[in-house]
Structures are given as structure tokens and as C-alpha cells.
């Protein structure tokens, strides 16, 4: 969610970094916008933590799912829309934002119909997360919230340090698959004071390692998603074989990596708590 293109005077202030389109396009409502839809499971999150209830319109059917959503809990009884370019046309919102917007399969529907859009781009830092926080509070009428947010997550973070010492974790997913280079997940490592396995291993930043590999490269830490912490199916199955159950694993929940969102900071700091149990243990031996 770094930049996008700008369509409209109002948001010149962001250098460009949101972008307003309609299709003709047309100036953005005065005010705040009274019917924000949002149409990606990562706009919902900013939609949800910067927005009055009352202001959001549609959300998607993921923004409900505390295992998908780090702001579940603000989304319930809020209406939710199922891809469905009827329901925008019912809803006729005077904000639609997504991650883009003007990609998604329902304004290809809608070709033809005038709309404001925010078009986001994904998040793969801390500093991109930032920008998309700004660009929304913007859009939706609370710029002041948004650097509220910023100021308080930039705060938060600082506050947390580098407790990974330098230590080697792999962050190790379903059937073996491990995230590299160039997303949110090796950014938080970083920040933490973690070395990405992958980039240790010159790998992409999406890679099978096998059970084998991970063994031989002996990390430091595995770092895992809580879902697979029981086994589930054959994809979790993997990650419980016995011969990685001498490599200490960091577990944090999903919702807290798949968007680049604020809770950026939740997944930090739950990855420091379990950091600190394992060097108390080291330290008491």
C-alpha cells in the first residue's frame, strides 16, 4: 500500500498517493463520505480502525473472521457483501476502497457507473502500512486519526526493540512453504532483530523447503501460524514431524500477518513475549 495516482484535487496534500477514479470520473463528494463500501479483506481492516460505524456500508465476508481479521470483533453487524456487483449497485456507495478497487471483479462489473475509488497498494513494511493508514483516514474524512494511529503504532514498535539478537528463524507454513524476502513477514522479522532463513538460503519470497532442508539449515526458531499449532490436515501434518520438534517455535495468529494493518504491532509483540520466554529459559540453564 506505498503510492497510487490521484484523480482529484482534494488529495494533492498525499503527493499522489491515493488514488480517486471514477468511471466517468467526476470531483469526490464534499464531506465525508456516508456510505463506504469496502471490497478486499485488507481495505476492511483500515476501513474498520479509522472510519465512524455509521460511515461503512459493506464490508467483505472475510472482515468478520478473527482467524482473517485482525479488526473482526469492530466488523460484526455490519453488512457484508459477497462480491456482488448488484449489491454496490443497491448500496450506491460514494466511497469504494480496495486493494485496488479498480481492479476488483465487481467494478469490472460496473463498468459504465460512476464511483469514487481508493485504490491501495499492498503493504510489504511497516512505512508502506503507514501510508495506507494516512491515504484512508484521509479518504474517509479522519486524517487526524490516521496519525493518531501512526504516531501511537511507531511508538508502540519503538518500544518493543530488537529482542531477536540476530538469531536465524524461518517463518514455515502448510506443506512446507516458506516466506521470503520482500513481504511483511521478513519486515517484521528484521524489525524484530531476526535473520530470514530464506535470505540466508538465497531464496524467493514464496519457497518449499522440506522437512529434510529445514533440519540441515537448523534455524534458530520456526515461526509458525497458530492455526497450524494441532495438526489438521496433511498440510499441518508436516510441521509436527518429529524431527522438528527440537527447533523452538514462535506461534502468532494469521490474522495478524495476511494484511499489512495495525495489527502489525500485535504480531510484534507477541513474537517478543515468546522471544523473551525462550531466552529466560536459556539464561535459567
Given at each position: 500500500?506505498?503510492?497510487?495516482?490521484?484523480?482529484?484535487?482534494?488529495?494533492?496534500?498525499?503527493?499522489?498517493?491515493?488514488?480517486?477514479?471514477?468511471?466517468?470520473?467526476?470531483?469526490?463528494?464534499?464531506?465525508?463520505?456516508?456510505?463506504?463500501v469496502s471490497i478486499n479483506l485488507c481495505a476492511d481492516q483500515l476501513v474498520l480502525a479509522l472510519a465512524d460505524r455509521g460511515q461503512i456500508a459493506g464490508v467483505t465476508r472475510n472482515a468478520t473472521?478473527?482467524?482473517?481479521?485482525?479488526?473482526?470483533?469492530?466488523?460484526?453487524?455490519?453488512?457484508?457483501?459477497?462480491?456482488?456487483?448488484?449489491?454496490?449497485?443497491?448500496?450506491?456507495?460514494?466511497?469504494?476502497?480496495?486493494?485496488?478497487?479498480?481492479?476488483?471483479?465487481?467494478?469490472?462489473?460496473?463498468?459504465?457507473?460512476?464511483y469514487h475509488l481508493l485504490d491501495l497498494e499492498t503493504a510489504n513494511t511497516v512505512d508502506e502500512i503507514y501510508t495506507s493508514i494516512r491515504q484512508t483516514a484521509v479518504a474517509v474524512?479522519?486524517?487526524?486519526?490516521?496519525?493518531?494511529?501512526?504516531?501511537?503504532?511507531?511508538?508502540?514498535?519503538?518500544?518493543?526493540?530488537?529482542?531477536?539478537?540476530?538469531?536465524?528463524?524461518?517463518?514455515?507454513?502448510?506443506?512446507?512453504?516458506?516466506?521470503?524476502?520482500?513481504?511483511?513477514?521478513?519486515?517484521?522479522?528484521?524489525?524484530m532483530g531476526l535473520v530470514n532463513l530464506a535470505a540466508k538460503l538465497g531464496k524467493p519470497p514464496l519457497s518449499q523447503l522440506s522437512i529434510e532442508e529445514m533440519v540441515a539449515a537448523r534455524p534458530d526458531y520456526l515461526i509458525v501460524e497458530s492455526a497450524t499449532d494441532k495438526v489438521a490436515d496433511q498440510g499441518t501434518e508436516m510441521l509436527h514431524h518429529p524431527a522438528l520438534a527440537g527447533i523452538p517455535r514462535i506461534s502468532i495468529p494469521q490474522a495478524w500477518t495476511v494484511c499489512g494493518s495495525p495489527a502489525y504491532v500485535d504480531a510484534a509483540r507477541g513474537m517478543a513475549r515468546q522471544l523473551a520466554r525462550f531466552q529466560d529459559r536459556t539464561h535459567a540453564r
Open positions: 500500500m506505498a503510492s497510487a495516482k490521484l484523480l482529484a484535487l482534494p488529495l494533492l496534500a498525499l503527493g499522489g498517493a491515493a488514488l480517486w477514479a471514477g468511471a466517468p470520473a467526476s470531483a469526490p463528494p464534499a464531506g465525508k463520505p456516508k456510505r463506504i473472521d478473527a482467524e482473517m481479521s485482525g479488526e473482526a470483533a469492530k466488523a460484526r453487524g455490519l453488512p457484508v457483501l459477497k462480491n456482488s456487483a448488484e449489491q454496490i449497485l443497491a448500496i450506491d456507495p460514494d466511497l469504494i476502497i480496495g486493494m485496488p478497487a479498480s481492479r476488483s471483479a465487481p467494478m469490472r462489473a460496473l463498468r459504465g457507473h460512476s474524512g479522519h486524517p487526524e486519526r490516521g496519525e493518531a494511529l501512526v504516531a501511537r503504532m511507531a511508538g508502540q514498535l519503538a518500544g518493543i526493540g530488537r529482542p531477536g539478537g540476530g538469531k536465524v528463524a524461518a517463518y514455515y507454513q502448510r506443506r512446507g512453504f516458506m516466506t521470503g524476502t520482500g513481504t511483511l513477514i521478513d519486515d517484521l522479522m528484521r524489525r
